[in-house]
């Protein structure tokens, strides 16, 4: 995309009140959720100093202040959704505002983005804190047919929540779509209201509202993403699954000998830098399981590269961010680069080039007890590997009942670019390296 731009302050009539607007943060979204002011209305603030942080689908962005003054309003609550562009902030400053510069465009600096390199297109959203109830002068993005049908039925398409590409809506989103004349303020977290007799609240609308029996939670940020994602996953890409168990004794066994010894000491030598190893180990072997499809051009693009996506539990929702080109990475490396990932998730500083451009996807589900899953594929990827817990079974080895450390791999993957025989021979290497790591020691 070109240089993101930030929306130069507005001022009232003497000059001297600016309006900031929540500038275009440069990743090819419409709008953020508010997260908090670090400034209260009264409070004098500097130039570059923070003012808000505000939640996109990626990750918690600072926002600095682009002029200095007085607070004199807020001009959104956290939990907001703000489209890009709305204004966040109104400051007074007695100094003589200058000119916008008309020669160059501003681009965006927030810390962890930068300038993008091409035009991504941008619907805005409208939200209960900025939407009017009366139809938007701009032009929603909708397919001809939506757009038809919208006018027939007397929906407004800027209040319809798009699934087509780069978020147009279609006439599958209109026909579900329920006009609306008044967007109504979302329940938030904590928003307990007590209930009479029968249990319910109404509204003038008789919509309910929560009860002391229900508590009800914003889908914001990351979730809301997340959702999306997830519902795009299983809507267009046809997927399949397949699994197998393998004794990963030898693996076990191998990790708890390398935990002794100089080269990982300082590190966090898990199971799943191991699986991490023997996946990249099979790629190599089988590149087509690391390919997207293009639909545009109805082709298959093969990635000579790995960028692998570790699944991440956090505080704000599932997130995923990727280790570029670790397909190079050592075995120590990867443990390094995947503690990182993990921490750079939770703590809520993962940038939007942390979390973008993944070309394969592990998800660790054994950490919470679990067998295995059918994990959903990844929009832009081919497949995602599940590792389930390991556990101390019984096990035939060398043809006797043995105590062993045994899991459950699950490869789910896209079935236009992987068919059943490259799965089923990935996710058999793949389990191959496990049960016989020493035929890594190579890569290692």
């Not at 008789?206 to 914001?220: F, H, Q």
């Not at 994602?229 to 693996?251: E, G, H, K, N």
């Not at 490259?422 to 020691?441: K, N, Q, V, W």
């Amino acid at each position: 995309m070109k240089g993101a731009l930030v929306p130069e302050p507005a001022a009232d009539d003497d000059g001297h009140v600016l309006e900031f607007r929540l500038p275009d943060l440069g990743e090819g979204l419409a709008d953020g959720d508010l997260v908090s002011w670090a400034v209260a209305v009264g409070d004098t603030v500097e130039l570059n100093q923070t003012i808000a942080e505000v939640e996109t689908a990626k990750a918690v962005v600072a926002l600095p202040s682009p002029f200095s003054g007085v607070v004199v309003e807020l001009l959104a609550q956290p939990g907001d959704t703000v489209p890009v562009g709305a204004p966040l902030i109104r400051v007074r400053n007695d100094l003589e505002v200058s000119a916008p510069p008309t020669a160059e465009p501003r681009t965006n600096v927030l810390v962890g983005y930068g300038p993008e390199a091409e035009s991504t297109s941008r619907r805005r959203k409208a939200t209960p804190s900025m939407a009017s109830s009366t139809p938007s002068t701009h032009r929603a993005a909708a397919t001809p047919a939506a757009r038809k049908l919208a006018k027939e039925l007397g929906i407004d398409l800027w209040f319809v929540a798009g699934s087509g590409p780069e978020g147009a809506v279609t006439v599958d989103d209109v026909r579900s779509a329920v006009p609306v004349t008044q967007p109504r303020t979302p329940a938030r977290l904590g928003d307990v209201v007590r209930a009479p007799s029968n249990g319910h609240i109404t509204d003038g609308d008789g919509l309910i509202e929560p009860t002391a029996r229900e508590e009800r939670t914003p889908v914001t940020g990351i979730r809301k993403r997340t959702a999306a994602a997830m519902q795009a996953s299983s809507r267009t890409i046809p997927q399949a699954s397949t699994f197998v168990t393998v004794d990963c004794t030898a693996s076990v066994e191998l990790l708890d000998h390398l935990r002794t010894t100089k080269s990982f000491e300082g590190l966090t030598l898990t199971p799943l830098a191991l699986v991490a190893k023997a996946t990249l180990a099979a790629i190599a072997e089988y590149p087509g399981i690391n390919t997207a499809w293009d639909e545009q051009n109805q082709e298959i693009v093969t990635k000579h590269y790995v960028n692998l996506g570790i699944a991440v539990a956090s505080d704000r929702g599932l997130m995923v961010p990727n280790l570029k080109e670790a397909q190079s990475l050592s075995l120590r490396e990867l443990c390094r680069e995947i503690s990182w990932a993990a921490d750079t998730a939770r703590s809520g500083n993962a940038t939007p080039n942390d979390l973008r451009g993944g070309t394969f996807t592990l998800t660790n589900v054994g950490v919470f007890g679990v067998d295995s899953g059918v994990a959903l594929v990844n929009p832009g990827e081919a497949a995602i590997l599940c590792l389930g817990s390991i556990r101390k079974r019984p096990w035939v080895f060398r043809d006797e009942l043995a105590v062993r450390w045994v899991t459950t791999l699950g490869l789910s993957f896209d079935h236009r670019m992987v068919d059943g025989e490259l799965g089923a021979r990935f996710l058999a290497t793949t389990a191959g390296f496990l049960e016989d790591p020493l035929t890594l020691l190579s890569r290692i």
